[in-house]
């Protein structure tokens, strides 16, 4: 799919852990003329004092998740919504909603400015939260599971057993495929990942001018 006019694109980037989506979506911030929005990040802003999750998470989870500043302490967080099925998706009940309202608000707000060609947005969760609908198009990093032990191991010192927890968590390599319409293939070197990305949005109008 090529971008045929001046309207910006908007394009969701998934994939599983350890893929190298940070790293694809890095080189192609510094290359064209776009944003990058990782929706994790989105995530933290939001649960921060001020923040539209704050008070929620807080009403749900209790007191005892703030750290000695006021913040929500993620790993005590973590510790008690993975205990507790209910709380996991009442957690994802106040946070999915958010994030997905700010990315729908930036959009437009980058839309109207009409400065971007294209507009990134990253989340492992693209797909089962819905964000089809509001992306042009989806984009999966491929690697295979082999490749991606290797990067966890080494880059963030994961054991097998995490490895395992974190793999059964997420959607299969064929239903990843079933939903986005491009696929990136981010097995061998980062070049041979450049040059993919260069096809599929057009040298000619995706680098910066």
Known sequence: MRQ???????????????????EVLAWIAGRSDCRVIMADQVAHRLEEPGGVCYEPLLALLGDDVLDSEGRIDKRKMAAKIFADETLLKGVNGIVHPAVKAY??????????????????????????????????ELWYIHAGEEVRRQR???????????????????????????HC???????????GVYTQIEKELGEDQWQKQ
Do not use: H, P, W
């Not at 963030?156 to 064929?174: A, P």
């Open 152 to 178: 966890l191991k080494s880059s963030r010192g994961y054991t097998d057993e995490k490895i395992d927890s974190i793999l059964k968590s997420q959607l299969s390599e064929e239903e990843f495929r079933k």
């Open 4 to 22: 045929s006019d001046k309207r910006m694109k908007v394009i969701g980037v998934t994939g599983g852990v350890g893929a190298g989506k940070s």
């Open 181 to 191: 319409a491009v696929v990136i293939e981010n097995n061998g070197t980062l070049q």
């Open 103 to 136: 990315l729908t608000a930036q959009i437009d707000k980058e839309r109207a400015a009409e400065k971007l060609k294209f507009l990134f947005i990253e989340a492992a969760l693209l797909i089962e939260e819905g964000y089809a609908g509001i992306v042009d």
